[in-house]
């Protein structure tokens, strides 16, 4: 259940795209994520977007930039501590961003929800996930045999992830490599990301992972490092066709 403030602070509206390698990222604050104040919320949001775009915009080798977006403050509680990171973003997470970008005239970008709890809950292996990234699709239709869709990233951030400073990169990066499946089953069309560099093959169980990348230390290893991830060129490569940067001129 999710609940809608009277107030939404500093709401602007949609900015246009300076060139198709632009992405707007819409930062929500949901009661109980860190900080509690509005200073320390904007400190955090600024530094995530600084930070993806140290990496993704990196060396000059790739242009990719994450444009920071005035930050929204929302009454609604998403506690993630019991919510498995599926359940969280098909669930209230998804409906958070649906009725923030809706009051906001629906502009193309990432929308990244700051939620309460330190970790998601347990899904499968040994760690608790601090976030989690996707894509909701909208306005999907097949039209002269050529699918036709709008594409807005979603990401979704627990407490801990204030201490872990390139989950947002990560997270953005599923949001980036997530392309869609043109084999459709049953006349339903998944999207999945996909890591060029991966899969990752998890050293203990065997278990293959298609959405992380297998480079130690990379940006989209399962587990981050604490000093600065790198990203292969196959990464930016394959991020720079993402849908999200065509959304603006495709409208
Ligand atoms: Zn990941």
Do not use: C
């Given at each position: 259940?999710?609940?809608?403030?009277?107030?939404?602070?500093?709401?602007?509206?949609?900015?246009?795209?300076?060139?198709?390698?632009?992405?707007?990222?819409?930062g929500i604050f949901t009661a109980g994520s860190k900080p509690s104040n509005f200073n320390g919320r904007q400190k955090r949001f600024n530094r995530d977007i600084n930070l993806a775009n140290q990496i993704w915009n990196g060396g000059g080798m790739c242009n990719?930039?994450?444009?920071p977006q005035?930050?929204?403050e929302v009454k609604t509680i998403i506690d993630v501590t019991n919510l498995g990171f599926q359940a969280a973003m098909e669930g209230p997470v998804k409906g958070l961003i649906k009725k923030v970008k809706h009051k906001i005239g629906n502009p193309t970008g990432i929308y990244v929800?700051?939620?309460?709890?330190?970790?998601?809950?347990?899904?499968?292996?040994?760690?608790s996930p601090i976030g989690a990234g996707g894509v909701i699709i909208e306005d999907f239709r097949i039209k002269d045999g050529i699918p036709k869709f709008t594409l807005f990233g979603s990401i979704a951030l627990s407490n801990?992830?204030?201490?872990?400073?390139?989950?947002?990169?990560?997270?953005a990066g599923h949001v980036l490599l997530t392309e869609l499946?043109?084999?459709?089953?049953?006349?339903?069309?998944?999207?999945?990301?996909?890591?060029?560099?991966?899969?990752?093959?998890?050293?203990?169980?065997g278990k293959s992972d298609i959405a992380h990348s297998n480079l130690v230390?990379?940006?989209?290893?399962?587990?981050?490092?604490?000093?600065?991830?790198?990203?292969?060129?196959?990464?930016?490569?394959?991020?720079?066709?993402?849908?999200?940067?065509?959304?603006?001129?495709?409208?």
């Open positions: 259940m999710v609940s809608w403030p009277n107030q939404i602070l500093k709401i602007r509206p949609d900015q246009q795209y300076q060139n198709n390698l632009q992405v707007n990222v819409y990719i930039n994450f444009i005035p930050v929204f929800v700051y939620t309460s709890g330190n970790d998601f809950a347990f899904s499968s292996g040994s760690t801990r992830a204030l201490n872990a400073p390139f989950t947002f990169a990560h997270e499946d043109k084999q459709p089953f049953n006349n339903i069309f998944k999207f999945n990301a996909i890591d060029p560099t991966g899969p990752f093959i998890n050293p203990v169980t230390g990379n940006l989209m290893a399962p587990v981050l490092p604490n000093i600065i991830p790198t990203i292969d060129p196959l990464q930016l490569q394959k991020a720079r066709m993402s849908r999200i940067f065509q959304n603006a001129i495709i409208k």
